[in-house]
């Protein structure tokens, strides 16, 4: 209990006892009677261990009596006395891991629920094994808004680092100062989207992952414009459709339109796929093609031989499949595929020869064979990502524009002939150490291939 409290309740029972010439009662000597009496919370030293590693710090839970029910709350503070995390348990055995190197401590904090009475320990200062090697430079981070005011493009610094290796998490914050999102990407350029209009900030955090070195920058309050009005969607009467118990397929498309947007509700259940065929060999689609937020799949030559000229590719994409966009010859621009998007099969864009560069996402695992075969005007460098596993045979046969390619640790497979006369490519590319580099997946390039230690 505290003690203005136990001073409260001796001033009235001194006010309500008789009084005694013989047995006088001093103010102390009864406060010291009433806390023995009401203070129950005790608690034991708390006793730890340091992981092998020395990255972590393993409590034991402290013995308590008295109380029936108690809280207890770990807190970890760094080497300036500032909130690093804290987390409650009642387990046996708790991991304490600050993820970071140097000095921290461990406040145990054991709360009785009836009284609010409180024990307050700690296990002392630590300091972890690895403890920052300051040897980390970043260069400044760059952006540019986008032209809707709705994102930020994001520039990757220039880094250099003691072990070669780091990760990179963009930490996005509204105006309130409070977590939006946050995602880890090494591509060079990646979009900061908080979906929302107002002030937000984006912080980019780059770790040593060999020393745990850090360095946090951010790019400043950016304030994003005025929503995006609603796009009008077509009339769901001008699509061929069938309803599936909670979702919609959508088969075909008789309207007259150039530019389309695709409902994302069809009697009031969303339209998870377009179908097979479903505008395959549409000559009147001759502009742009919206998808909805609600669609997880394109089907097998779904705008297969098609006229469209551009597509929005949606959040909520899962799988592109077998030649959905094969033969879209005026299909023109720069895709970025969403963040959700897992699976690009064979062919989905063999011939889409007016693609001029690509964005893959962190989460995209697999590109299959022939997927952007002859696609001539595709330029630049791409960088795979980090989820990214295989690239199937022929995958980026005749992508003559290509300058550059990245791999990350994670990919198993690189197909056969994958980028066979890939007349741009020259230098050398880092393979990841136990990749399979299938038969000729350079050949008749000028292609020095070294495998990442």
Known sequence: MKRPFSL?????????????????????????????????LSVDAVSFEISEDGQSIYIDRPAVTGPEEYTIAYNIYDADSNPVNYF?????????????????????????????????????????????????????????????????????????????????????????????????????????????????????VVTDTGTGEQDVQDIGWQTLGDPVPPVQEDDPSDYDYRAFGDYVVIYGYHGSGVDIVIPSYIEGQPVREIGDHAFAGNEKLTGHVTLPSTLEIIGWEAFNGSSLTGVTLNEGLKVIDHSAFSFCEHLAGHLAFPSTLEKIDNNAFDCCVGLTGLTFNEGLKSIGQCAFNWCWDLSGHLTFPSSFEEIGDYAFNECVSLTGLTFNEGLMRIGAYAFLDCQGLTGTVTIPQGCDVGEGAFDLTEVNVVYKN
Do not use: H
Not at 10 to 34: G, K, R, Y
Not at 165 to 189: G, H, L, M
């Open 8 to 40: 409260l309740l001796a001033l009235c029972l001194l006010l309500t006892l008789p009084v005694s010439a013989e047995a006088p009662l001093s103010l102390d000597s009864l406060m010291l009677e009433i806390e023995e009496e009401v203070k129950e």
């Open 88 to 204: 409650y348990s009642l387990e046996e055995r708790v991991a304490a891991t600050p993820g970071y190197g140097g000095l921290f401590n461990v406040f145990v904090v054991v709360t009785d629920t009836a009284t609010g009475e409180q024990c307050v320990s700690n296990i002392g200062w630590q300091t972890l094994s690895w403890p920052r090697a300051n040897s980390l430079t970043v260069g400044k981070a760059t952006f540019e808004v986008s032209p809707d005011r709705q994102s930020v493009f994001v520039d990757r610094p220039a880094i250099a680092c003691a072990s070669g290796s780091v990760t990179i998490a963009y930490d996005i914050y509204d105006a309130n100062s409070n977590p939006v999102n946050y995602f880890y990407s090494t591509q060079k350029r990646v979009a900061a989207t908080p979906g929302y209009d107002g002030r937000f900030n984006v912080f980019v």
